[in-house]
């Protein structure tokens, strides 16, 4: 079964790029940059990673990121993660990125979305990994930070395929946005939103997500089985969902494979990704494996996630069957 998922074509859809910031590389940069470390190794700094639920985890990453300061330090975060990818065989990819974690430190927005622009470009020609990008807005910042940088992505929209919410949500509801993403929407861009598992007020959020933003896929969204007029809005409109197994596990003490299973049981396009894979210790081959341990799901039930990302992706309708007939093509092997 290992060989098999490792063989398998995927997407992945929840990446956050900064969150493929390895230990090593944190150093490489600190040094390149002249900037000073709390840490005296790397191995320092992955045994600093003690979090047990959102905002400490979040106090982490954030101070990792400050070693991000030049396009080339963003050139080489996102070229350094298509590797990963494609060494997981992951042959599409619409990796998240936080703007507003960068500018608020002083670097320019062009900075930063020209290098991972760049990174892209010499993914898919010499990795042959594709890739679009989704512009975060940070939930625990105004609503009128995130509409400063709607406008500042506008010069650059036809590198980006979409908008999406993340960071804390304690306090932060989809409501909040909803002005950002409504504008968002007319300028073109789909629409996702993070409903990380068991958040405050949960249901409420995911309820907004789905009848006041009209999101088109949904990140996470687990405690939507719980309510079961969410779930059959979520199947009846098509709406996917963003799953991270090992990610869940650090909140929930499980990788939600019954919750997963319960969703293909159900029509719900589930999917399975990395989240932050520099900090959970654990890329795309890892989360299908331990995923498939966990829970003992079949090869036909893994294809089946695969099929639902390329289903869900933001594709072109001639490369999403181009990836599905890749997909079907091995499963059928």
Known sequence: MKAFIEGMPKAELHVHLEGTLEPEHIFALAKRNDIELAYATPEAVTAAYDFHDL?????????AM????????????????????????????????DPQGHTSRGVEFETVISGIHRAQIDAEAKLGVESKLIMCFLRDMSA?????????????????VGVGLDSDERDNPPAKFAEVFAKARGEGFKLTMHCDVNQQNTHDHIRECLDLIEVDRIDHGVNALEDESLL?????????????????RFVVQSLTSNEI???????????VNSDDPAYFRAYMNEN??????EGDFSKDELVQLSRNAFDIAWLPED?????LDQLQAYANT
């Open 288 to 293: 299908f494996i331990a995923l498939t341990e």
């Open 261 to 271: 299973r319960t969703m293909l049981d159900k029509g719900i396009k589930a999917t």
């Open 319 to 323: 490369r999403r069957q181009h990836y």
């Open 232 to 248: 059959q809005d979520i199947a009846d409109r098509g709406i996917g969902l963003t799953v991270c197994p090992v990610s869940n």
């Open 144 to 160: 009128e930070s995130a509409m400063e940088h709607l406008e500042l992505s506008l010069p650059f929209k036809d590198w980006i």
């Open 66 to 97: 400050n070693v991000l300061r030049k396009e080339e330090d963003f050139y080489e975060l996102t070229y350094q993660y298509f590797e990963k990818a494609a060494q997981n065989n992951v042959v599409y990819v619409e990796p998240f990125f």
């Open 55 to 63: 905002p400490s985890f979040l106090t982490i990453y954030y101070a």
